[in-house]
């Protein structure tokens, strides 16, 4: 047997990492500034990471969702606190698809209505309902393609209102930042605007932190930046810093029902210990305000850089759009100084490293770049 071969991949596999360090299997040594598509939250390896999943694999790794496991009330407690979301209710699951997947079912079931607005370029997983909420018919199969979902423009209230106010939409989902279309933002205009048009037509806000969240924009949502509240927020990515795990936080207006939702693996022990040793190590370490403090180094440092057309984003999420002729740039950093980042089609390099990133290694990504900008 062989891989069903659906990924491009690099000559390059890493066996070892630490912090933002990553060795692969010939001994080279790469800094790592994508953390696997912003999952790695708080570093390869976190000594703290480690203890708590060995701790807990020694005494049980699994049992089902129809036992009680305090690990899932504790997670609860803590996210609330943390995220400003204390009185929502944490549905567990394991990845952003699902986590969406399951947001566009609760919404439906809530107001009874079946369609959905998502955005130009907007990118929530390939799972069937969220590849369908996904802008790119590349990746959507026959399978997929439904008539409930329809794409607005970003920014643009008024072919919001002009399709909900039809009054036949559940939801409109949005993500705080677009990460795969190459970091676009909602503005805050755009988000309030959102917020009062689903008010009053008796929809649903969703807003997709899958890559956006954990306090990777500096604040621990980025739709928090814009001091707007969402009925739901899904979460995964940064939240068990490489251990399978995905979130939903559901307003209390909404409510639960024996059976409404359900997974096998979701909130299982070792999910549950990964993500609260991520949030021990972004509270012990302040990683919000780090994630802020190095987002800032990055946008003063790259001001007016001669290989970029537009730098975009917040915090440690970073989109640099390229003029023309430095196109090969990203390959370049890769294979001649070992920086491995993120792109979005060809033109743009994301930048998504751990929120432990430190000033020294940022700096030496900038040096590095410089070198080849030259």
Known sequence: MHLFEVYKLWDIEPVKGLG?????????????????????????????YV?????????LGFYSNAVQNSLQRDLASRLGKVCGYDDYALFLCNSGAEAN????????FHTGKAKVLAFR????????GAVAATDNPKIQSPFNETSNIVFAPLNDLEAVEK?????????????????VAGIFEPTSGFLHGLRSLCDR????????????????????????????RADIVTMAKGMGNGFPIGGVLISPSIKASYGMLGTTFGGNHLACTAALAVLD??????????????????????????????????GLMIGMELKDEYKGLRDRLLFEKHFFTGAAGAQVIRLLPSLTISQQTAESFVNAWKELTI
């Open 20 to 48: 933002t360090t990553l060795w692969d299997k010939k001994g080279e040594t790469y800094t790592d500034l994508y953390g696997g598509h912003a999952v790695i939250s708080v570093g390869h390896c976190h000594p703290h």
């Open 101 to 108: 997947e399951n947001a566009l079912k609760v919404a439906s």
């Open 281 to 314: 190590i972004i509270e012990n370490e302040h990683l919000v305000e780090n994630a802020a403090r190095m987002g800032e180094y990055f946008r003063k440092t790259f001001e007016g850089d001669k290989a970029i057309k537009e730098y975009r984003g917040k």
């Open 121 to 128: 370029k907007a990118f929530h997983g390939r799972t069937s």
């Open 163 to 179: 399709e909900i106010s039809k009054g036949d939409f559940a939801a409109v989902i949005i993500e705080g930042i677009q990460g």
């Open 201 to 228: 037509y008796g929809c649903v806000l969703i807003l997709d932190e899958i890559q956006s969240g954990y306090g990777r924009t500096g604040r621990f949502f980025a739709h928090q930046h814009h001091d707007v």
């Open 51 to 59: 203890k708590m999943l060995s701790d807990q694999l020694a005494n």
